[in-house]
């Protein structure tokens, strides 16, 4: 464990239901500060969806989600978009505007939140394309960009006004093992400066080179939770075959 | 599996439909709220009205001309039974001007830019853009919907007067080539009976037809689901909608102007 144990994320007794179908069921979760957590679960279980009501994209049925004590269910619009200031999201596509080039996605959030002046921008985002080997992208569309690429884009973005905490969604999926990898380490380097990572995988290689700590969500709630060491002495049948499992994303 | 009895059918299509409606008429007051509250956006307003206005130029310009040139062979046709052929240049400019130019517009509007504004929004939708501007902090509704809509009201009568002038234009050629008419005779026969009135309130309505238009591709974009079939089927709704939409408040808009003023302008 590298981090504080202060929890800068806490989802706190957190229900989600979709029509009949109870996707997170009282997840009570603490994340400390400074740590790379990874949720992990079969597809469809609500790791997405967890992830989804951090941002506050989604809001719960019932529960709290707290981002460094601050309860964000209360909060309007104009809090919400505070909050969002300080946390990143790599989505599972990728997500980026496909009618900016890749310079303008990395550039987007300085554009949007910062007072720099347009030579400032165009450097930071320049930098944070070099941070993640895109720097030579700069001007491409991301049409043009190969799947690793596109992801490494996007985490550029997600960084780029350098959040406490950056949430990533399924950082293997589409992704072939070496690109996989290269991702991995981005977001261990990630780790290494100082940044909470919430990882919602299913790719247990890469759970294990990311987290801090493991849990595992099924059937909406939390069944285990340690560190990758710790869930591979579990004697839980679900747990030990995801633990022993090699799934790539 | 048995079909629903039809009346519990007709009830679920009524409820849908009601909800429906409900949710668009909230969504485009929000629009009309949000519209008058910071951050303005300026920059993609310019850059929406730009690629709205004018890159619809084209398609409007060759519209409205071969408009007036119809109107015009139509209204030589009328008008030369009654030895009125003096009255085409007039005939024509009124009927553009008042009703023809305007409905046209936004309908040829509705087509384009609606088309384009719901599979835009819907493929940000179905490619989760939407929720990564939300995840920037930037609030998409405002970002995507309000510029829109506000590019689409100012660029609606600025389209309109283009086909005017256009459909004058046509119906001058129409009327040289049978009459040899000089363009200045035309022109001032045009304009002849024309008064401010005709003008303005049939230009200024096509305000609500963008209006229209922004916030039924808008609303059908930003509901999208089911991947490229659901995107496809916002942009074939946005201009059917819409279109209906236009047609349906132009009644409306033409009984306001007719009660502001009663005779109707000269």
């Keep these: 464990m590298t981090g504080s144990r202060d929890p800068i994320v806490r989802l706190d007794h957190v229900s989600k239901s979709f029509g009949t179908h109870r996707v997170l069921d009282d997840v009570t979760l603490d994340i400390p500060k400074g740590t790379a957590f990874v949720l992990l679960g079969r597809s469809g279980t609500g790791k997405s969806v967890a992830l989804r009501h951090i941002i506050g994209l989604m809001r719960p049925d019932a529960g709290r989600i707290l981002i460094e004590g601050r309860d964000i269910g209360p909060l309007d619009a104009r809090g919400l978009t505070e909050v969002r200031k300080h946390i990143g999201f790599l989505f599972q596509n990728a997500a980026l505007f496909d009618s900016m080039t890749v310079g303008e996605n990395a550039a987007f959030p300085l554009r949007r939140h910062t007072r720099l002046s347009d030579h400032e ?20 569309m991301p049409a043009d960009l190969s799947g690793g690429m596109k992801k490494r884009a996007a985490l550029a973005r997600a960084m780029a006004l350098d959040p406490g905490i950056l949430l990533v969604d399924e950082p293997s999926a ?19 400066a100082g940044t909470t990572l919430v990882v919602v995988t299913h790719n247990i290689p890469s759970a294990r080179a990311i987290g801090d700590e493991l849990a595992l969500l099924h059937d909406g709630r939390l069944v285990a939770r340690g560190t990758a060491s710790e869930l591979d002495r579990d004697r839980e049948p679900l747990v030990q075959a995801f633990m022993r499992s090699q799934g790539g994303g | 599996m048995p079909q629903p009895p039809l009346v519990d059918r007709v009830g679920a299509a009524a409820l849908g439909f009601f909800e429906f409606t409900g949710s668009l ?5 929000r629009a009309l709220v949000d519209a008058f509250r910071p951050p303005f956006e300026f920059g993609e307003i310019a850059r929406h009205i730009y690629q709205f206005g004018l890159r ?4 409007i310009l060759i519209s409205g001309f071969a408009i007036g040139v119809v109107l015009s062979m139509h209204t030589r046709a009328t008008l030369a039974r009654f030895g009125a052929e003096a009255l085409i240049p007039a005939g024509l400019a009124l009927a553009l001007i008042r009703e023809t130019g305007p409905l046209t517009a936004g309908l040829l509007v509705s087509g384009r830019v609606g088309a384009g504004i719901g599979a ?17 902090a930037v609030d998409a509704f405002k970002y995507l919907a309000v510029t829109r809509v506000i590019a689409c009201v100012i660029a609606m009568p600025l389209l309109t007067a283009m086909i005017d002038f256009a459909g004058i234009l046509g119906g001058y050629v129409a009327e040289a080539v049978v ?26 309505k096509t305000m609500v037809f963008g209006y229209l238009i922004g916030v039924v591709a808008s609303y059908l974009g930003f509901t999208t689901s089911r991947g490229t079939e659901g995107v496809g089927e916002a942009s074939t709704r946005s201009v059917v ?3 209906i939409l236009i047609i349906l408040s132009d009644v409306i808009l033409v009984k306001i102007i007719f009660f502001f003023y009663p005779q109707g302008p000269a």
Excluded: C, H
């Excluded at chain 2, 008429?25 to 007051?29: I, N, R």
């Design chain 2, 25 to 29: 008429a909230t969504f485009g007051f």
């Design chain 1, 121 to 140: 921008i165009r450097d930071r985002a320049q930098q944070k394309l070099a941070d993640v080997g895109l720097e030579r992208e700069f001007d491409k």
């Design chain 2, 179 to 204: 009459s040899g008419m000089p363009w200045q005779l035309y022109f001032e026969r045009s304009f002849t009976y024309l008064e401010y009135s005709d003008f303005i309130p049939a230009t200024l």
């Design chain 1, 174 to 192: 589409g992704l072939d093992p070496i690109t996989s990898r290269e991702i991995d380490e981005l977001l261990v380097e990630r780790k290494r």
């Design chain 2, 241 to 243: 909608m819409a279109s």
């Design chain 2, 120 to 136: 835009e929004i819907g493929a940000m939708r179905v490619t989760e853009q939407i929720d990564a501007l939300e995840a920037n």
């Design chain 2, 56 to 59: 619809s130029m084209p398609l």
